[in-house]
């Protein structure tokens, strides 16, 4: 048996789920299962909620009257994923796309850093949030990474969790191999920060490469585009840390 069921319509819900306990849906919600998918009473649909596994539920109503009904379990709920990933702001295609992305190569935490060559700062966490609540939907995962406000650089690294590896994306790494670099790295808990357009300045390298557990990594001899960077910093961590990247 397939480890995903793709054939049926998945949806995150905000409330509790339990064999027995019908689940409203909200306007939006009962729209998008019975006029864009035309599903009708009876119907499956595989629901979420990020704490009680995966749920195989029935479509009991139409409109604002329709209700989900849990039956039984297909997926216990994983451990959550605590793979951070930590990101200039970026304009919003940018970053719908990379929030997407990273929510698929498996970060659980999402948090925009203002660095001093930051060129968007303003962040809209509702628009992210519903980013990563679309791809979980699409990519059969049944944790929605946690988005977390933006806060300054220098902040978060002067409380920066010294067990945490820090996986520091720098062009200007003399890092040949990037994967060797990463079997070699210390295994725990990581996370990947990723720069604005312009880079970082002298002052915060000197403040990542003072942290006691980091890693500086060049992604290859070509100059990424920050939301390519994220994606392509994600693979290959995923790649060679697997899930000890975020234990």
Known sequence: ???????????????????????????????????????????????????DGE???TLEGRKASATLHPAETTRPQPAPAALQLLFAPLKHARLDYMVQKAVEMGAGVLQPVITRRTQAARVNEDRMRANAV?????????????VRPAARLDALLAGWDPARLMVFCDEDAEVADPLAALRAAPRGPAAVVI????????????????????????????ILRADTAAV???????????????G
């Not at 699409?138 to 929605?144: P, R, S, Y």
Request: aromatic content about 6%; overall charge negative.
């Open 55 to 57: 749920w195989r539920c």
């Open 232 to 246: 392509a910093a994600l693979a290959l961590v995923g790649a060679v840390l697997g899930d000890l990247a975020g």
């Open 134 to 146: 679309e791809a979980a939907e699409q990519c059969g995962i049944l944790a929605v990474p946690e």
């Open 195 to 222: 720069g604005p357009e312009g880079g970082f300045d002298e002052a915060e390298r000197a403040a990542l490469l003072a942290l006691p557990r980091h890693l500086r990594l060049s992604l290859g001899p070509r």
């Open 1 to 51: 048996m397939a480890r995903y069921d793709f054939s049926a319509p998945r949806l995150y819900l905000e409330g509790d789920l339990a064999a027995g306990a019908p689940v409203p849906l909200s306007k939006d919600q009962a729209h998008y299962l019975t006029n864009v998918l035309r599903l009708g009473n009876g119907d499956l649909v595989l629901a979420f909620n990020g704490r």
